[in-house]
């Protein structure tokens, strides 16, 4: 049963009489015997309220009151109600991309607002109306300074997530660019390695802030060596840490990405998330993705439109600026919503109180006999440890006693299984801190 | 209306968090601190509520309009997958937790999830594997693509430099095909509306890759050549990619991976009704058969002997992470509720209805309009307002007329191979009634076009806004309500 059909048999029937067949299969008589499926086989439908308890039940079998103190670039922020409320209309979810800008002014001005308020967030002049993911976003923004420069070089500094890394190998493996790694040296960018590397084939440097390991940078000198020989800085940030961090547009960069999750989006086991990207003008045209303009209607009212669409696949096929045709506009929504909500002096606090309660667990954690908190550099609501045993292990023990206590390093980093990244957002009590600084030093005795 | 900038006040709040409940006030060192505070809107909560509900006012959607968008199939998106999707056990789950230590355990039912939903993906179309990683339609092609190209790799096929795409294809066919590093080939339709046989086999040879083809094809026809077709390309070793953005038209009545094709991706907006969301997300899983499975994005979802699930990330000749987890597992969700309710019975009236109202307004609109290929169509079909192009009167003139009437448009100037397209995708959820009064509305257009062409430029007349100029869109790039352009200058 297909509850969502509404036609009943006599206006089928009628349908069928009109159209001039006598059944339903003489509407597929151009599928030849030979193309029949060879099997069909899916189980019998269900009801509604069946499928409400099987899907629920599923969903009771995650554990989703392990205390998360797991970052890696996705975190566990709060989300106001009034970010689901008002994203969860109908006239936003079950609108298609705005083709008819007429009957389509709701979608088009929140997008605009969405870029207006990455603008304000990043000081970047330009945001397109996002992208899929973090990691995704960064890999067009490496394509967009390829197109830019005419140049194949990219240098990688080691502390972009190694999430990200893996994407952009995977993408570029059959094409003929050249990548380069820099090592991280006491949780930053090495900039003897950084000056090494660039030269006037490199099309652009990307770096990330804060990086993997959590540690804050001022990326201002490595920019500017970059510009030297022409190559373009790509930084991808946390939109939440630019409450209380220096811009990227401060710190002089060309293309600025990064991973919206953090702006209003559940975790949801790893989306549907937000990609953002935000430019200097001067390249807006070589841009990626949706843009939102402001223009003027016929009667000289202001309204909104996609604009540069000449960048586009479906006016430019093969050599258009990317092949993307759906972006995440939901997602750039929930993104804006909470953006209003929190306002200016709400993002300042909101970081403040990331800040504040990382900096605790640091403390708290220092205590610990044989934990070592990494303080080479500074940091924001995420840090490094160095643990007596194997990182792996330990968060396996802690597990058990009911926290997820941080990304074991190892997995990504050979040599450094006995680190744990640790990350703090302000949904984390003072309680939960002390109870997983005694569970940890518990496991760890 | 204001910009939600333009309703800011100095000092007023829209969310309060509570007080810091650590005894630590740190600082962030000078070199690396914000100068200036991000200049967000400061707004009430009412005044967010408020602007945003009055915002979506001003959309069409499927919840409020009829929305017959050829090839975007804008079938109803019902609401128990959408509350299904907001449980807090998949929303609040951290995507990390599922590749810790002991975190396997607690992630058990939404690797059920996915892995179940690849079962079924896997029976409706006949492949062996699927991933749901692909975040999109597109990014699905792309990932298929890099598929082909990882076999050809392997099989040390040096020589394969092009992609065949037909005429008829979305755009973005050719230019995923690019981004893999292919060059694309055009072939071009013929009167039926399928492929060119001749011109196929004339721009066949050792250097292609493989052909990509969208069966329904755009025009909404089924290509009957399909087993030639598939036969000339593997006489090459090259790869058949099935677009699956119409798969909706063919589910049960026949499956791609009996076709002959090699891989597929499934927009999960247009077969499993997932929302559109005004421009995404989407989610584009890919099904491939035994000759691309090793190549297949990581991580897997794996079914151990004692019945649990598990991440696999063991996989020599894989193209490597396509996207950061697991797929959109938000959409994948509603997917998987969707095909769980509808069944296998469920699942083929979807396609026998969505054909049928495809074919009643063709049938009906058929003596008004001018008809791409005079034949019984699949999901949707394809005119051309070329006879009231004639009067003056363009396919965009007609989009516009109905949105006067409380419809939104069909999609209009694709395929672009056909002058004045108007493509109509009714879908299977639509009731004869509503069909009815849109044919009615189709009708009086044309009559219109005849009496009095000129009323149409002003359309429409009843929205927030009448038609923008989009020239100075392009011309003034202000793309930010913070950036200066010339004419605001002047």
Redesign the interface.
């Known amino acids: 049963?297909?509850?969502?059909?509404?036609?009943t048999p006599q206006?089928?029937e009628?349908?069928?009489k009109?159209?001039?067949?006598g059944t339903?299969d003489?509407?597929?008589?151009?599928?030849?015997p030979?193309?029949?499926?060879?099997?069909?086989?899916?189980?019998?439908?269900?009801?509604?309220y069946e499928?409400?308890r099987?899907?629920?039940?599923?969903?009771?079998?995650?554990?989703?009151h392990?205390v998360?103190f797991?970052g890696?670039?996705?975190y566990?922020h709060y989300i106001?109600s009034?970010v689901?409320?008002?994203t969860?209309?109908?006239?936003?979810?079950?609108?298609?991309?705005?083709?008819?800008?007429?009957?389509?002014?709701?979608?088009l001005?929140?997008l605009?607002?969405y870029?207006?308020?990455m603008?304000?967030?990043t000081g970047m002049?330009?945001?397109n109306?996002?992208l899929?993911?973090?990691?995704?976003a960064l890999y067009e923004a490496m394509?967009m300074a390829i197109r830019i420069t005419g140049r194949h070089k990219v240098v990688m500094d080691g502390g972009v997530s190694p999430?990200?890394r893996?994407?952009l190998?995977?993408?570029t493996?059959?094409?003929s660019y050249q990548f380069e790694e820099t090592p991280v040296v006491h949780g930053q960018s090495s900039r003897p390695e950084m000056e090494r590397l660039l030269d006037k084939d490199t099309a652009a440097v990307i770096l990330q802030n804060p990086n993997f390991f959590g540690a804050?940078?001022?990326f201002t000198d490595i920019i500017q060596k970059a510009h030297e020989v022409g190559a373009l800085a790509i930084v991808s940030v946390y939109p939440i840490s630019?409450?209380?961090?220096?811009?990227p547009a401060?710190m002089g960069a060309d293309i600025v990405t990064g991973e919206g999750q953090s702006l209003g989006l559940?975790?949801?086991?790893?989306?549907?998330?937000l990609g953002f990207m935000c430019a200097r003008?001067k390249y807006?045209r070589k841009m990626p993705g949706?843009?939102?303009?402001?223009?003027?209607?016929?009667?000289g009212?202001r309204?909104?439109?996609n604009?540069?669409q000449?960048r586009?696949?479906?006016?430019?096929?093969?050599?258009?600026t990317?092949?993307?045709?759906?972006?995440?506009?939901?997602?750039a929504?929930q993104a804006?919503?909470f953006?209003?909500?929190?306002?200016?002096?709400?993002?300042?606090?909101?970081a403040?109180?990331n800040?504040?309660?990382a900096?605790?667990a640091k403390?708290m954690l220092s205590k610990i006999k044989g934990v070592e908190v990494k303080r080479s550099s500074?940091t924001?609501n995420e840090f490094t440890v160095h643990l007596p045993k194997d990182a792996?292990?330990v968060?396996?023990?802690m597990?058990?006693k009911g926290f997820?206590a941080g990304?074991?390093l190892g997995?990504y980093y050979p040599g450094m299984e006995r680190y744990l990244l640790v990350a703090v957002t302000?949904k984390r009590?003072?309680e939960e801190?002390d109870r997983y600084v005694k569970t940890l030093e518990e496991i760890l005795a | 209306m204001e910009l939600i900038f333009e309703k800011s006040t100095e000092g007023r709040k829209g969310f309060a968090f509570g007080a810091s409940d650590v005894p630590v006030r740190a600082q962030v060192p000078a070199p690396y601190a914000r100068k200036e505070d991000a200049p967000l809107p400061q707004v009430s909560e009412l005044d967010v509520v408020r602007h945003y509900t009055r915002l979506s006012q001003k959309n069409f959607s499927i919840d409020t309009h009829f929305y017959p968008l050829g090839s975007c199939t804008m079938k109803y998106n019902p609401k128990f997958t959408e509350s299904l999707s907001r449980l807090s056990g998949f929303t609040d789950l951290h995507p990390l937790l599922a590749q810790l230590s002991g975190g396997e355990r607690w992630t058990q039912g939404a690797l059920e999830v996915l892995y179940e939903l690849e079962q079924w993906m896997c029976a409706m179309t006949g492949f062996k594997h699927f991933t749901m990683q692909p975040l999109a339609g597109a990014h699905g092609e792309l990932t298929g693509i890099m598929l082909m190209a990882a076999y050809h790799k392997h099989k040390n096929n040096a020589r394969k430099k092009y992609v065949i795409i037909p005429d008829s294809a979305h755009g973005t066919n050719p230019a995923s095909a690019a981004i893999a590093g292919y060059e694309t080939i055009s072939i071009p339709s013929n009167k039926e509306g399928g492929m060119d046989l001749e011109a196929l086999k004339a721009a066949v040879n050792e250097e292609t890759a493989g052909l990509m083809m969208t069966v329904p094809s755009t025009y909404g026809v089924f290509e009957p050549n399909i087993t030639e077709i598939a036969k000339i390309i593997h006489g090459v070793d090259g790869i058949m990619y099935y677009d699956g953005a119409n798969l909706n038209a063919v589910l049960g009545r026949c499956r791609p991976g009996d076709l002959g094709f090699d891989v597929m991706h499934i927009n999960t907006h247009k077969t499993f009704t997932t929302p559109h969301g005004g421009g995404g997300p989407g989610a584009g899983p890919v099904g491939v058969n035994e000759k691309l499975a090793k190549f297949l994005p990581i991580s897997r979802v794996i079914k151990r002997g004692d019945g649990t699930f598990a991440l696999d990330y063991n996989y020599t000749d894989t193209i490597g992470y396509i996207a950061s987890f697991y797929g959109n597992f938000g959409l994948l969700v509603r997917a998987y509720a969707y095909i769980l309710m509808l069944g296998k019975e469920g699942l083929l009236e979807t396609a026998n209805h969505a054909v049928l109202n495809a074919n009643y307004i063709m049938k009906k609109l058929a003596p008004y309009y001018k008809l791409c290929f005079d034949r019984i169509c699949m999901h949707e079909s394809v005119f051309s307002a070329s006879k009231q192009a004639e009067r003056g009167v363009h396919a965009i003139d007609i989009a516009k007329f109905l949105i006067d009437e409380q419809i939104h448009p069909p999609t209009v100037y694709f395929p672009i191979s056909v002058p004045e397209a108007i493509m109509i995708e009714p879908t299977e959820t639509e009731s004869k009634q509503t069909m009815d009064y849109y044919i009615g509305k189709m009708v009086e257009a044309d009559k219109l076009s005849q009496e009095n062409p000129a009323a149409f430029k002003e359309f429409p007349k009843t929205m927030p806004i009448s038609r923008p100029d989009e020239v100075k869109a392009a011309r003034d790039v202000k793309t930010s309500y913070f950036l200066v352009t010339s004419s605001d200058a002047s």
Request: charged residues 20%; hydrophobic residues 35%.
């Open positions: 049963m297909n509850p969502y059909i509404t036609n206006e089928v009628q349908m069928l009109d159209i001039g067949v339903i003489g509407l597929f008589a151009d599928i030849k030979e193309h029949k499926p060879q099997s069909f086989d899916l189980p019998k439908g269900l009801s509604e499928v409400v099987r899907v629920t039940a599923l969903s009771l079998k995650n554990n989703v392990v998360p797991i890696g670039g996705y566990d106001p009034a689901p409320a008002l969860s209309r109908g006239e936003f979810y079950t609108a298609y991309t705005p083709y008819q800008p007429e009957c389509a002014q709701g979608t001005q929140a605009f607002e870029q207006s308020s603008s304000a967030l002049e330009v945001s109306a996002s899929y993911d973090g990691g995704t394509m999430i990200y893996k994407i190998k995977t993408y493996h059959h094409l804050i940078d001022d630019l409450g209380l961090l220096k811009t401060d559940p975790l949801n086991f790893g989306g549907p998330y003008k807006i949706r843009i939102v303009g402001e223009t003027v209607d016929s009667k009212r309204c909104f439109v604009t540069l000449a586009e696949q479906h006016i430019r096929r093969e050599k258009a990317s092949n993307i045709c759906t972006n995440v506009s939901l997602c929504l804006a919503v953006m209003a909500l929190v306002g200016k002096n709400g993002l300042k606090e909101m403040q109180l800040l504040d309660k900096e605790y403390h500074p924001f792996s292990q968060v396996g023990a597990m058990q997820a990304f074991p997995r302000e009590t003072r801190i």
